[in-house]
């Protein structure tokens, strides 16, 4: 079974081209601009990983992470928390990801983490 991938991120070229990567790896790549109702649209697509931006518009990537770690049906996907704010490794912690990917970053470094913790889930 193909694995999902949900990517919250406001950059469209961010989009488009961790979108090619991942559809390149046989991931099912699932993509928003926002977080306007995370929960309904993390049941929707039922994603294996979820790559959240900190700066996503309407709550921000802390508070959507938390909403969705808070949630007893979704807690358990894998969450990596993405931005190029040089404290990822606080934020993060504040907003229960799983791990994190430092913006500006490469495909090694895309490839290490999602499958770093796909193995972990």
Same mark, same amino acid.
């Given at each position: 079974m193909? +694995?999902?991938?949900l990517?919250?991120?406001?950059?469209?070229? !961010?989009? =488009?081209?961790? =979108?090619f990567?991942?559809?390149e790896?046989?991931? *099912?790549?699932?993509?928003?601009?926002?977080? %306007?109702?995370?929960i *309904?649209?993390?049941?929707?697509?039922?994603? /294996? !990983?979820? $790559?959240?931006d %900190?700066?996503?518009?309407?709550?921000?990537g802390?508070? #959507?992470?938390?909403?969705?770690k808070? /949630?007893?049906? $979704?807690?358990? !996907? @894998?969450?990596?928390?993405?931005s190029? %704010?040089?404290?990822?490794?606080?934020?993060? +912690? *504040?907003?229960? #990801?799983?791990?994190? $990917?430092?913006?500006?970053?490469?495909?090694?470094?895309l *490839?290490? #983490?999602?499958? @770093? $913790?796909? %193995? +972990? !889930?």
């Open positions: 193909q +694995k999902r991938i990517i919250f991120d406001d950059d469209i070229d !961010i989009l =488009s081209i961790c =979108s990567i991942l559809e790896q046989h991931w *099912e790549v699932h993509t928003s601009t926002n977080c %306007n109702n995370i *309904e649209k993390v049941r929707k697509v039922n994603p /294996d !990983i979820i $790559l959240m %900190n700066w996503i518009p309407d709550t921000g802390i508070v #959507a992470t938390q909403m969705l808070n /949630d007893p049906d $979704l807690k358990k !996907i @894998g969450v990596i928390y993405f190029a %704010n040089n404290d990822i490794e606080t934020l993060t +912690k *504040e907003a229960g #990801a799983d791990t994190f $990917l430092a913006k500006p970053f490469d495909i090694v470094d *490839e290490k #983490a999602i499958n @770093g $913790l796909i %193995n +972990k !889930i």
